[in-house]
């Protein structure tokens, strides 16, 4: 139905509703990308960050570190920082020293650049030119700035100047699962829409010399993006028929964690605090955030009908469904798989990620879908996506992986 108005010369003009898609959004193309400035073996990190940073002497933290490199289940990540850059900005290095302007100068470029290469890749899969794409939403926790990375990422792609951008700042971890969220909602609400996600994460806003409350920061982030293209029917000619169906998408913030985890911008760059509850915090409120998923949204007994019940039948159905979870470190994967009672195998495209990149924040849940669609001729029809950051905050959606 439309509605009527003037046009100021007596002209009827009728505004006409853009109608709303035709079933679920989709996935319609997946790319990821890393820097090629650094390839970091995690057996020779913690030598090579007290080298470059001239904390040798700091033998019991260099000690500790190396102790939690070992049990991260890490083999190697990649980085845009390299040693030559460090060694030309000396401030990058001190704290009593203001860096975040040359921190925010590297990622102006960085971020951006970064993004692109993994859109490319899903564009590609998808089929359609750039031009087509209707709406971007960005994520990273290097925006500093505005017009920031989602207009540079427009021009470098040759997106048209109607694209609608958003750009979603600090949200950390979770961010790439927002990113997806949102794209959904865009997608579903928009007939014909196309939307392109980009996830772009440098830890060289963040990076600086090993202390004591850093140790797992410097173990397990790393660098990297990650692009999807989403859209709902009717789908275009040439397009790739959907890899992912996004079911349902909701957002739970865990009450009284706000202390847990978080990031705060400083005049020496990005300081991030990651307490030592994180993992049992996720541990403890992750089934109740599923559970909630599967039931479309509902916080009761009232299962949505079209979506499978993780609670029908006798036994654990958690072990019928894949997993997209992020990889945020070891010891929150290890919880999830003893909350929900998960066989070894269920998380395994996670642990590949983190073995082969570390968390990579926002970008990392990209990388696990990636990964997923590689073994999607094994996988069974009904899945959960979950991504975490400050808050505590929990992204879960439910996957549904077309035949
Ligand atoms: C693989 C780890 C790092 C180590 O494994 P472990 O050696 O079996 O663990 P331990 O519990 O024995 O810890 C080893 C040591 O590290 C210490 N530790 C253990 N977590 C801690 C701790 N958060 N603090 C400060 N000491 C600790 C712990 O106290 C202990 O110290 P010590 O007794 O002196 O040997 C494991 O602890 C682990 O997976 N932790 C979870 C990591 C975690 O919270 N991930 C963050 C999720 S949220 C997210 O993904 C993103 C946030 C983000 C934020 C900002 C950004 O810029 C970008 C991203």
Not at 109 to 132: C, F, H, M, S, T
Not at 145 to 168: E, F, H, N, Y
Not at 174 to 179: D, N
């Amino acid at each position: 139905m439309g509605s009527c108005g003037s046009n100021g010369h007596g002209t009827a003009v009728v505004v006409v509703p853009r109608p709303h898609a035709e079933g679920p959004a989709a996935m319609l193309g997946i790319g990821t990308a890393n820097p090629t400035g650094v390839l970091m073996p995690q057996d020779v990190f913690a030598d090579t960050l007290f080298r470059i940073t001239n904390s040798d002497h700091l033998t019991e933290l260099k000690h500790k570190l190396t102790r939690i490199c070992g049990n991260t289940g890490i083999d190697k990540r990649h980085f845009h920082l390299t040693e030559e850059t460090l060694a030309a900005h000396p401030e990058l290095l001190d704290p009593e020293l203001p860096s975040l302007g040359t921190r925010v100068d590297m990622t102006v470029d960085a971020v951006p650049k970064l993004a692109q290469r993994a859109a490319a890749k899903a564009i590609a899969e998808w089929g359609r030119p750039p031009a087509d794409i209707t709406h971007l939403v960005f994520t990273t926790y290097s925006a500093c700035g505005a017009p920031s990375a989602d207009l540079r990422l427009a021009t470098l792609l040759g997106l048209r100047p109607t694209v609608s951008r958003t750009i979603l700042s600090l949200h950390g971890c979770y961010g790439g699962g927002r990113a997806l969220g949102l794209a959904k909602e865009l997608a579903e609400n928009n007939r014909g829409a196309r939307v392109l996600v980009a996830c772009s994460e440098t830890t060289l806003v963040c990076f600086g010399a090993p202390d004591g409350g850093n140790l797992v920061g410097h173990a397990i982030f790393g660098d990297g993006a990650g692009a999807v293209i989403v859209g709902a029917g009717p789908f275009l000619d040439g397009e790739q028929r959907p890899i992912f169906e996004m079911v349902h998408a909701m957002q739970t913030t865990v009450p009284k964690t706000e202390h847990a985890l978080g990031m705060q911008v400083t005049g020496g760059g990005i300081d991030f605090h990651l307490s030592i509850q994180v993992p049992t915090l996720i541990g403890q409120n992750v089934e109740r955030c599923l559970l909630n998923a599967f039931r479309g949204g509902h916080d009761d007994d009232d299962d949505d009908a079209h979506l499978p019940s993780p609670l029908s039948g006798n036994g654990n159905k958690w072990n019928d469904f894949f997993w997209a979870v992020h990889p945020g470190g070891r010891q929150i994967l290890d919880n999830i798989d003893k909350v929900l009672k998960l066989e070894p195998e269920k998380l395994a495209a996670s642990r590949h990620v983190l073995r082969e990149y570390g968390n990579m924040s926002g970008a990392t849940i990209v990388f696990v879908l990636d990964e997923l669609r590689q073994r999607r001729s094994l996988l069974p029809e009904w899945g959960s996506m979950m991504a975490f950051g400050p808050g505590i905050t929990i992204e879960t959606m439910v996957l549904r992986c077309p035949r």
